[in-house]
């Protein structure tokens, strides 16, 4: 692990939820790293696996992909069902070509919830402290 | 008017791409009354020497299949780029790293063990591995001698990660009716812009599929099946009866092949146009018509489980090219530079 290395990360999230959220933390004054760029999405079923590849490919530490809770939350009725197939292969995928799994999170953040907002955001940052940058690993040349 | 110059040149490949054009059978003979070929390792005994006297530029166009594994493999395709006014990516590998690229999940040593120690059908009691020199004893005439060899790369690479590459002509191998067209193409000089697939089409499989009237608006799956399970319905979208066709993200022009013959399309073709990877999207589409919901984890699960290689179903031809590339955090090994004596 590098010195002082401040990960990246890039969240993917859903307009109607988990971006609420990011912004009623905001409105809250709670103090959380910066180590985060948030994408807003319509959906997290918007969310191709391949933003999350390309995140990674331009140098992303880790991804989030953030959707409303299921199963009655979402604002498109079963968008984030879509999520949730796709990422629960994707995972399985990640892990066969070697990302760590603490690199890449679906998470489900109600409007409501800047509490775990926060504490998601906090935790990828501390576990991506540790797992060192991504970088490195990619480029075998 | 001089003819133009066409080289042939082959990278990691298997030589079906060289069999995909002996496959044009009569027709090639109208090809090769239209062009002088003036490299071709397959069939024509020119050496590299060869390709170096000729002026830069000289050859109107350059066919190169394979991905690039050797550092000879480099070192050719960056000599032909430097002669060709046009170079090729030909067949799957060439253009995105096909089945070979696949060994990019590994580590080269642990790709030298498999071919040359585990793999059931080889006989190798010494366990020599292939070194960057090798001292062998030629009984016969009293002598010994010391071979280089090429280095390996630590990955494979598609073509243009080595090269500039104007066009690609997909397939694995490319079908001869792909070939002819793309030939077509070139000799009309009638080409679309730089980068573009030539040869093939520019829809989806199924658009050419004859099971694609059976295929209803909304698919949902609940269960997935592999083809060595059940015979299935000829008549039937192989699709709607579970079975992982990648027909709706792969490029067409084979004229549906494998599902005629009842047999799932496994990309050979690869992406469409504006695809940024082809993994991430066949992935995004299989798992998109699983019926599952959030509350059913476990049971999607199983039915993912039934699939022991994801990256093979999905990426099967295209991994090299992907935007991770193959695993990521391989190490930078190379061949053991110690002699090895045979």
Same mark, same amino acid.
């Not at chain 1, 079923?45 to 989030?64: C, W």
């Not at chain 2, 042939?8 to 060289?18: L, T, V």
């Not at chain 2, 006989?123 to 070194?131: E, Q």
């Given at each position: 692990?590098?010195?002082?290395?401040?990960?990246?990360?890039?969240?993917?999230?859903?307009?109607?939820c988990t971006?609420a959220a990011v912004?009623l933390a905001?409105?809250?004054?709670?103090?959380?790293?910066?180590?985060?760029?948030?994408?807003?999405?319509?959906?997290?079923?918007?969310? $191709?696996?391949?933003?999350?590849?390309?995140?990674?490919?331009?140098?992303?530490?880790?991804?989030?992909?953030?959707?409303?809770?299921?199963?009655? $939350?979402?604002?498109?009725?079963?968008?984030?069902?879509?999520?949730?197939?796709?990422?629960?292969?994707?995972?399985?995928?990640? $892990?066969?070509?070697?990302?760590?799994?603490?690199?890449?999170?679906?998470?489900?953040i109600s409007a409501s919830e800047a509490?775990?907002w926060?504490?998601?955001?906090?935790?990828?940052?501390?576990?991506?402290?540790?797992?060192?940058?991504?970088?490195?690993?990619?480029?075998?040349? | 008017?001089?003819?133009?110059?066409?080289?042939?040149?082959? %990278?990691?490949? %298997?030589?079906? %791409?060289?069999?995909?054009?002996?496959?044009?059978?009569?027709?090639?003979?109208? #090809?090769?009354?239209?062009?002088?070929?003036?490299?071709?390792?397959?069939?024509?005994?020119?050496?590299?020497?060869?390709?170096?006297?000729?002026?830069?530029?000289?050859?109107? #166009?350059?066919?190169?299949?394979?991905? #690039?594994?050797?550092?000879?493999?480099?070192?050719?395709?960056?000599?032909?780029?430097?002669?060709?006014?046009?170079?090729?990516?030909?067949?799957?590998?060439?253009?995105?790293?096909?089945?070979?690229?696949? /060994?990019?999940?590994?580590?080269?040593?642990?790709?030298?063990?498999?071919?040359?120690?585990?793999?059931?059908?080889?006989?190798?009691?010494?366990? =020599?591995?292939?070194?960057?020199?090798?001292?062998?004893?030629?009984?016969?005439?009293?002598?010994?001698?010391?071979?280089?060899?090429?280095?390996?790369?630590?990955?494979?690479?598609?073509?243009?990660?080595? =090269?500039? #590459?104007?066009?690609?002509?997909?397939?694995?191998?490319?079908?001869?009716?792909?070939?002819?067209?793309?030939?077509?193409?070139?000799?009309?000089?009638?080409?679309?812009?730089?980068?573009?697939?030539?040869?093939?089409?520019?829809?989806?499989?199924?658009?050419?599929?004859?099971?694609?009237?059976?295929?209803?608006?909304?698919?949902?799956?609940?269960?997935?099946?592999?083809?060595?399970?059940?015979?299935?319905?000829?008549?039937?979208?192989?699709?709607?009866?579970?079975?992982?066709?990648?027909?709706?993200?792969?490029?067409?022009?084979?004229?549906?092949?494998?599902?005629?013959?009842?047999?799932?399309?496994?990309?050979?073709?690869?992406?469409?146009?504006?695809?940024?990877?082809?993994?991430?999207? /066949?992935?995004?589409?299989?798992?998109?018509?699983?019926?599952?919901?959030?509350?059913?984890?476990?049971?999607?699960?199983?039915?993912?489980?039934?699939?022991?290689?994801?990256?093979?179903?999905?990426?099967?031809?295209?991994? /090299?090219?992907?935007?991770?590339?193959?695993?990521?955090?391989?190490?930078?090994?190379?061949?053991?530079?110690?002699? /090895?004596?045979?």
């Amino acid at each position: 692990m590098s010195e002082g290395f401040e990960p990246k990360i890039v969240v993917f999230a859903c307009n109607w939820c988990t971006y609420a959220a990011v912004d009623l933390a905001g409105t809250s004054r709670i103090q959380y790293p910066h180590n985060v760029r948030v994408i807003r999405v319509m959906c997290s079923g918007r969310v $191709d696996p391949q933003f999350v590849l390309e995140a990674f490919n331009r140098g992303a530490d880790g991804v989030i992909v953030a959707g409303c809770h299921p199963p009655a $939350d979402c604002h498109y009725s079963e968008g984030n069902f879509k999520a949730f197939r796709r990422f629960t292969l994707f995972r399985r995928l990640l $892990d066969s070509l070697g990302i760590e799994r603490e690199r890449f999170k679906l998470e489900w953040i109600s409007a409501s919830e800047a509490g775990k907002w926060v504490q998601v955001v906090n935790e990828m940052v501390n576990d991506l402290k540790k797992l060192g940058p991504l970088r490195e690993k990619l480029e075998v040349r | 008017m001089e003819k133009p110059k066409v080289a042939w040149y082959w %990278c990691a490949s %298997c030589g079906g %791409c060289e069999e995909s054009f002996v496959d044009l059978a009569e027709r090639l003979l109208t #090809v090769f009354e239209k062009v002088d070929v003036v490299f071709m390792p397959v069939a024509m005994d020119f050496k590299k020497e060869d390709v170096e006297k000729l002026p830069d530029g000289s050859i109107t #166009v350059s066919f190169i299949n394979g991905g #690039v594994r050797l550092e000879e493999h480099e070192e050719m395709v960056k000599l032909l780029r430097r002669k060709s006014q046009i170079v090729i990516a030909y067949g799957s590998c060439s253009s995105w790293g096909g089945i070979p690229g696949l /060994a990019n999940l590994y580590n080269i040593d642990e790709v030298l063990a498999r071919k040359y120690l585990e793999v059931p059908s080889v006989d190798n009691p010494n366990k =020599i591995l292939p070194a960057k020199r090798i001292k062998v004893k030629i009984p016969e005439l009293q002598r010994e001698v010391e071979l280089e060899l090429s280095d390996i790369l630590p990955k494979l690479l598609p073509l243009d990660k080595v =090269i500039d #590459v104007e066009y690609y002509i997909p397939g694995c191998p490319p079908t001869p009716d792909v070939a002819w067209n793309a030939l077509q193409a070139l000799l009309s000089g009638n080409l679309p812009p730089k980068g573009s697939v030539i040869g093939a089409s520019s829809r989806s499989l199924c658009d050419e599929c004859p099971l694609n009237d059976t295929k209803p608006e909304e698919i949902l799956l609940k269960d997935l099946k592999r083809p060595y399970e059940f015979i299935p319905d000829p008549e039937k979208c192989l699709l709607v009866q579970g079975l992982i066709c990648l027909g709706p993200v792969t490029r067409g022009g084979c004229g549906a092949l494998c599902p005629k013959a009842n047999m799932p399309c496994t990309g050979c073709f690869g992406p469409l146009d504006n695809v940024a990877d082809y993994g991430g999207k /066949a992935l995004s589409f299989i798992a998109s018509i699983m019926d599952y919901s959030p509350m059913e984890e476990e049971e999607l699960n199983k039915v993912y489980d039934k699939i022991p290689d994801w990256v093979g179903t999905l990426y099967r031809y295209y991994l /090299a090219a992907s935007k991770l590339g193959g695993r990521v955090g391989l190490a930078k090994s190379k061949l053991k530079g110690e002699v /090895a004596e045979v």
